[in-house]
């Protein structure tokens, strides 16, 4: 079992396509393996041009502004109904448990916990690196491929700063703001939910719902994102900026952008969830 | 008739806007470049012929600093290029306009817009200069009227032009040509090697014409340089070539 979580990790990092790793021809260990520490080897060199790229001027603040917009304002719709599904699922699902256990009167603050503590955050990470990974992995790479990240280059433009600065910025910053959305739309949509089965105000829903909610409960979680957003800028513009090979070099690239992204924020969110009980109990 | 007589331009040989030399690099155990020597004046244009896949393309990305060379040397008017971190290298490309095989417009930005990349980066001209030289630039390759246009909206032939005036924006002294007519029809490529030689006319650049088409390089060169197995094989004029005895230029040149 460890051994086939071990060479799926493996396979998503080295090639981002998950089915390689269920084929019956495995590659050779140690060249999966080598491939593997290379991956990250060359995620380190990127990251540091990316650093280097993000914090010495001049700043990219138009493309910020209009990877921001690409990014973000156009994932809200998408955020924004993911949010309100969750919203009703949560309340749905745990409607008949907590009816059961009579402790019915808790439902508006479980969905608010629910919502506002991990599934907001959660899913609006993962919608996003459904959405934006794909998009940024497919960009980049079609641009490696067909040398126009090189044209920028001999133009002596460093495309770490105008392409990859601006679009990893704009997912750290979108992130916050997009779960907000989806945190407003789950709560509202969890009430709908509720209301149709057994009529309740939404005052009081909400009254409920947040009477014991503090900052601690809602601000760490918000904040995490940014970290599901860093994961999902870097490696969507790292798998982008290392396409080779054509149009299956731009497949691979969107492919292994949401794959790895996808897979890193899950990770990360264990982490993440472990750190904040920890200092935030 | 010397090369002196020919081109009056090629009188600055003794101070060469690109001299490469020595130059090695192989990719894993492909050796690509081995041991290229080139001179370029300024106000020359040297045409480097070869196979496909025989490092011309390769030789052209180390001059401009895309990719590090295994050793040797590659000096731009005299300042060495390899190893430069990105800052001066960054300087020295903004003297060199690179003009590649499929044109690498910009797929988000308009024909107008990739002209004006360059110069909204690096020059601090007000908005409404900036659009009139984008202008002028575009008219001398003949794409005024597609200003608006996005690349996937043009011909091939136009991309190339639109590249050919957005390696012009920074108005640089040096050139460098990948591939400028491949995958065109004779009639485009004759109009781009026209082009080609016009422009250098006027602006008295120095270039390098990276081709396997024949007839272009000898429209547009001054020298012609033939490429085999990592090395320059016969470097001169037209009529050098024609006169070699190698048995490979004498299949290159074919019924030339």
């Known amino acids: ?146 040398e126009q990240i090189d044209a920028m280059e001999v133009s002596a433009v460093n495309p770490y700063r105008f392409l990859v600065a601006t679009r990893v910025m704009a997912c750290i910053l979108m992130l916050p703001l997009l779960t907000l959305a989806a945190d407003f739309c789950g709560i509202v949509m969890g009430w709908v939910a509720n209301t149709l089965s057994e009529p309740i105000s939404l005052r009081l829903f909400i009254f409920d719902g947040f009477k014991n909610v503090a900052f601690s409960d809602f ?25 080779t ?22 990770l990360a969110d264990v982490l993440l969830v472990r750190l904040i009980i920890q200092f935030f109990p | 008739m010397s090369i002196e007589e020919q081109h009056p331009n090629a009188q600055q040989q003794d101070d060469p806007a690109v001299e490469v030399q020595s130059l090695h690099k192989s990719f894993g155990s492909q050796t690509v470049l081995d041991g290229i020597d080139l001179k370029v004046a300024q106000g020359e244009t040297v045409s480097i012929l070869g196979q496909s896949g025989t490092g011309k393309s390769v030789l052209l990305k180390l001059i401009i600093g895309l ?43 308009t024909v107008e817009e990739n002209v004006a990349f360059p110069l909204r980066r690096h020059s601090k001209m007000p908005e409404r200069e900036r659009k009139e030289r984008v202008r002028e630039l575009l008219a001398s390759v003949g794409m005024e009227k597609s200003t608006n246009k996005l690349p996937a909206e043009i011909s091939g032939g136009m991309q190339k032009r639109v590249g050919l005036a957005r390696a012009l924006a920074l108005d640089p002294d040096i050139l460098l040509f990948d591939e400028p007519t491949a995958g065109l029809d ?43 197995d990592g090395q320059i094989l016969i470097e001169g004029t037209f009529a050098d070539l024609q006169n070699s005895r190698d048995e490979f230029v004498r299949q290159f040149l074919g019924g030339c």
Not at chain 1, 32 to 42: A, K
Not at chain 1, 224 to 237: E, H, P
């Open chain 1, 1 to 146: 079992m460890a051994h086939w979580i071990f060479t799926l990790a493996i396979a998503a990092v080295t090639s981002g396509d998950l089915s390689t790793a269920l084929q019956p021809s495995l590659p050779r260990p140690k060249n999966v393996l080598v491939s593997f520490f290379e991956w990250f080897g060359d995620l380190g060199i990127f990251m540091g041009r990316l650093i280097s790229a993000m914090f010495v001027p001049p700043y990219e603040g138009r493309e910020f502004l209009h990877q921001f917009d690409e990014l973000g304002a156009k994932s809200l719709p998408l955020v924004a109904l993911a949010g309100a599904a969750t919203g009703v699922v949560v309340t749905l699902s745990t409607h008949d448990s907590l009816v059961r256990f009579g402790a019915k009167s808790f439902l508006p603050a479980v969905v608010v916990f629910s919502i506002l503590k991990e599934s907001g955050p959660i899913i609006t990470a993962l919608v996003v690196s459904g959405r934006a990974a794909a998009g940024i992995g497919a960009e980049l790479g079609a641009m490696k491929v067909t």
């Open chain 1, 219 to 243: 601000l760490p979680s918000t904040l995490k994102t940014m970290v599901f957003g860093l994961i999902i800028g870097v490696i969507s513009c790292f798998q982008g900026m290392r396409a």
């Open chain 1, 245 to 266: 090979g054509g149009t299956q070099g731009v497949e691979r690239a969107a492919t292994s952008a949401v794959v790895v992204a996808s897979l890193f924020v899950i």
């Open chain 2, 67 to 109: 990719q590090k060379p295994d050793s040797g040397s590659i000096q731009v008017h005299g300042q060495e290029v390899t190893g430069l971190s990105s800052r001066p290298l960054n300087e020295i490309r903004k003297k060199i306009g690179f003009l590649f095989q499929q044109a690498a417009l910009y797929d988000s930005m």
């Open chain 2, 186 to 228: 004779p009639i485009t490529s004759a109009e781009i090697d026209d082009l080609i030689r016009r422009l250098q006319k006027e602006r008295n650049m120095a270039s390098i014409v990276v081709t396997h088409d024949l007839r272009g390089a000898k429209t547009v060169s001054d020298r012609l340089a033939v490429m085999h």
